[in-house]
C-alpha cells in the first residue's frame, strides 16, 4: 500500500509528523473510538459466529473500517503533488501568462497555486484540509473524496449497530410508571451475554452513537460538495475563480464570455479525470485536457486580469458604519451573511465605526480588503486584511481621487 511505502521510506519519514496535529489527532480519534464500541457492541447484540448474518454484518464492520483508513492515509502521505522549486515552462513565451511565486522562486503552472501552510506551491490544489494535515490536490483528491463517503456510510453502519445494542439490552430492563422511567442496568437477564453491557458500556455506547451521527452529517456535506465540483471539473479555488471571473466581466461591462476550461462538458468525463481504476489520476500535474473554445493558459490569463483589477479596486475606500467582532458566521448580520460565508480559512477583520479599509474583491454579502492603520502599525509592519460583512461599510464618495483613478484603469 501507497502509504505504508511513504512512511518507510527514510527521505519521507519527516511525513509521519503530519500526525502531530490537531486534525489528525481528532480525525482518528473519532475513528477509532467509533470502530472500536461498534465491534464491541456487535458482539453483543448480533455474534458473528452463530449465523450468516451476524458474520456479514461483523465484516462489513471490519471492511468500513479499513478501506477509511487506507483512504485517509493515502490522502495524508501521498500528498496532492508539488511543483518543482524553480519550475518554468518549456517556451520563454508561455511566462508572460503565467504567475510567479517568489516563495518557490518558479512559474505557477495552470490550475496550481501556493499554500502557505505547505509553503510549496501545489498541482490543482481544492484546498488545505486540517483534518489530513495536507492539502488536497491532484494526486490524493481521489483518496480524500473517497475518504469522505466511506466515512459516513461506515458511521451510518455503526449508527445502526449502537442503536441495535442499546434497544436489545435495555428493552427487558425498562419500567414504566406514571411519571418517571426506570432504567436498571444492573438487572439480570435471562440469558447471560457473551459480553457484560454495563452501565459505563451504555454511556460509551451512546456517546460514540453521537459522534457517528456528527460525522455522518458533517462529512456527508463536505463530500457532497466536494463530488459539485468534480463533476465540473473544478476545484473549490477555481470555482471562486470563476465567480470573480463573472463578476469582473459584469462590473466593467466587458461584453467578455468566460468559458471555464477544464469542463469537458460531460459529468462521466470530468469525473474520470479525477478517480480511476488505477488510483492515479489522469495527467501531469501540469498539462490539462481543456475546453475546445479554450487554451492551456485561459485560466492563468484570467487570474492575470483578476490581479490587475485587484490593484485597481483597492484604490477604493470604504468606512466602517456597523460593529463587526470578526465572527465567521454572524448571527446578527442578516441570514444571507450568515448563510453566504465564504468557505475559506482567510480571516476575518474586526470592525468599529469609522475604521477605513481597502476592499480588493468581494461577493454580494461579503468583501476582502486591507484595513487602514496608523503611522506606528505601519513602521512596525503590521497588516490586517481579511473578510468583513458587505452591509458594515460602505463607499467613501468623498474619495475622488480614488473614484478617478478606477475608472482609468478599467480593464479590457
Same mark, same amino acid.
Given at each position: 500500500?501507497?502509504?505504508?511505502?511513504?512512511?518507510?521510506?527514510?527521505?519521507?519519514?519527516?511525513?509521519?509528523?503530519?500526525?502531530?496535529?490537531?486534525?489528525?489527532?481528532?480525525?482518528?480519534?473519532?475513528?477509532?473510538?467509533?470502530?472500536?464500541? /461498534?465491534? @464491541?457492541? %456487535?458482539?453483543?447484540?448480533?455474534? #458473528? =459466529?452463530?449465523?450468516?448474518?451476524?458474520?456479514?454484518? !461483523?465484516? &462489513?464492520?471490519?471492511?468500513?473500517?479499513?478501506?477509511?483508513?487506507?483512504?485517509?492515509?493515502?490522502?495524508?502521505?501521498?500528498?496532492?503533488?508539488?511543483?518543482?522549486?524553480?519550475?518554468?515552462?518549456?517556451?520563454?513565451?508561455?511566462?508572460?501568462?503565467?504567475?510567479?511565486?517568489?516563495?518557490?522562486?518558479?512559474?505557477?503552472?495552470?490550475?496550481?497555486?501556493?499554500?502557505?501552510?505547505?509553503?510549496?506551491?501545489?498541482?490543482?490544489?481544492?484546498?488545505?484540509?486540517?483534518?489530513?494535515?495536507?492539502?488536497?490536490?491532484?494526486?490524493?483528491? /481521489?483518496? @480524500?473524496? %473517497?475518504?469522505?463517503?466511506?466515512? #459516513? =456510510?461506515?458511521?451510518?453502519?455503526?449508527?445502526?449497530? !449502537?442503536? &441495535?445494542?442499546?434497544?436489545?439490552?435495555?428493552?427487558?430492563?425498562?419500567?414504566?410508571?406514571?411519571?418517571?422511567?426506570?432504567?436498571?442496568?444492573?438487572?439480570?437477564?435471562?440469558?447471560?451475554?457473551?459480553?457484560?453491557?454495563?452501565?459505563?458500556?451504555?454511556?460509551?455506547?451512546?456517546?460514540?452513537?453521537?459522534?457517528?451521527?456528527?460525522?455522518?452529517?458533517?462529512?456527508?456535506?463536505?463530500?457532497?460538495?466536494?463530488?459539485?465540483?468534480?463533476?465540473?471539473?473544478?476545484?473549490?479555488?477555481?470555482?471562486?475563480?470563476?465567480?470573480?471571473?463573472?463578476?469582473?466581466?459584469?462590473?466593467?461591462?466587458?461584453?467578455?464570455?468566460?468559458?471555464?476550461?477544464?469542463?469537458?462538458?460531460?459529468?462521466?468525463?470530468?469525473?474520470?479525470?479525477?478517480?480511476?481504476?488505477?488510483?492515479?489520476?489522469?495527467?501531469?500535474?501540469?498539462?490539462?485536457?481543456?475546453?475546445?473554445?479554450?487554451?492551456?493558459?485561459?485560466?492563468?490569463?484570467?487570474?492575470?486580469?483578476?490581479?490587475?483589477?485587484?490593484?485597481?479596486?483597492?484604490?477604493?475606500?470604504?468606512?466602517?458604519?456597523?460593529?463587526?467582532?470578526?465572527?465567521?458566521?454572524?448571527?446578527?448580520?442578516?441570514?444571507?451573511?450568515?448563510?453566504?460565508?465564504?468557505?475559506?480559512?482567510?480571516?476575518?477583520?474586526?470592525?468599529?465605526?469609522?475604521?477605513?479599509?481597502?476592499?480588493?474583491?468581494?461577493?454580494?454579502?461579503?468583501?476582502?480588503?486591507?484595513?487602514?492603520?496608523?503611522?506606528?502599525?505601519?513602521?512596525?509592519?503590521?497588516?490586517?486584511?481579511?473578510?468583513?460583512?458587505?452591509?458594515?461599510?460602505?463607499?467613501?464618495?468623498?474619495?475622488?481621487?480614488?473614484?478617478?483613478?478606477?475608472?482609468?484603469?478599467?480593464?479590457?
Amino acid at each position: 500500500m501507497k502509504f505504508l511505502s511513504a512512511i518507510v521510506t527514510f527521505e519521507n519519514l519527516h511525513e509521519v509528523r503530519r500526525l502531530c496535529h490537531w486534525g489528525p489527532v481528532i480525525a482518528l480519534s473519532v475513528i477509532g473510538i467509533c470502530s472500536t464500541m /461498534a465491534i @464491541f457492541d %456487535s458482539i453483543i447484540w448480533y455474534w #458473528p =459466529l452463530d449465523t450468516t448474518g451476524g458474520s456479514v454484518n !461483523f465484516i &462489513m464492520l471490519l471492511n468500513w473500517t479499513v478501506l477509511i483508513l487506507y483512504n485517509y492515509f493515502n490522502a495524508m502521505f501521498v500528498g496532492p503533488g508539488y511543483i518543482p522549486l524553480d519550475w518554468k515552462p518549456d517556451s520563454q513565451q508561455e511566462s508572460q501568462y503565467l504567475q510567479f511565486c517568489r516563495v518557490c522562486q518558479g512559474s505557477k503552472p495552470p490550475r496550481s497555486h501556493h499554500c502557505r501552510k505547505c509553503n510549496r506551491c501545489v498541482m490543482k490544489m481544492d484546498h488545505h484540509c486540517p483534518w489530513i494535515n495536507n492539502c488536497c490536490g491532484h494526486q490524493n483528491h /481521489a483518496y @480524500f473524496t %473517497s475518504f469522505l463517503i466511506l466515512a #459516513p =456510510l461506515g458511521c451510518s453502519h455503526a449508527a445502526i449497530i !449502537f442503536v &441495535m445494542t442499546m434497544y436489545t439490552q435495555l428493552y427487558e430492563r425498562i419500567s414504566f410508571g406514571w411519571s418517571t422511567v426506570k432504567i436498571d442496568m444492573s438487572a439480570p437477564r435471562r440469558v447471560q451475554p457473551l459480553m457484560p453491557f454495563s452501565v459505563p458500556a451504555f454511556a460509551a455506547t451512546l456517546f460514540a452513537l453521537g459522534l457517528a451521527l456528527g460525522t455522518t452529517i458533517a462529512v456527508g456535506m463536505l463530500f457532497f460538495i466536494q463530488m459539485k465540483v468534480i463533476l465540473r471539473n473544478k476545484t473549490s479555488i477555481e470555482a471562486w475563480i470563476e465567480e470573480k471571473a463573472k463578476d469582473r466581466i459584469q462590473y466593467y461591462q466587458t461584453g467578455e464570455e468566460f468559458i471555464f476550461p477544464y469542463d469537458l462538458g460531460g459529468r462521466w468525463e470530468n469525473f474520470k479525470q479525477v478517480f480511476t481504476w488505477s488510483g492515479t489520476p489522469r495527467g501531469d500535474g501540469v498539462q490539462w485536457p481543456v475546453h475546445p473554445k479554450c487554451h492551456q493558459h485561459t485560466l492563468t490569463i484570467e487570474q492575470l486580469k483578476q490581479k490587475a483589477d485587484k490593484r485597481v479596486r483597492s484604490q477604493v475606500q470604504y468606512r466602517a458604519v456597523e460593529v463587526y467582532n470578526g465572527a465567521c458566521c454572524p448571527m446578527s448580520k442578516g441570514l444571507q451573511t450568515f448563510f453566504r460565508t465564504p468557505c475559506t480559512e482567510e480571516p476575518r477583520i474586526p470592525l468599529s465605526k469609522g475604521d477605513t479599509i481597502l476592499a480588493t474583491r468581494g461577493t454580494k454579502w461579503w468583501m476582502y480588503g486591507d484595513k487602514v492603520l496608523g503611522e506606528e502599525q505601519i513602521n512596525a509592519g503590521e497588516r490586517i486584511r481579511g473578510w468583513f460583512p458587505r452591509r458594515c461599510v460602505e463607499k467613501c464618495h468623498y474619495d475622488t481621487a480614488a473614484s478617478d483613478n478606477t475608472s482609468e484603469k478599467k480593464i479590457n
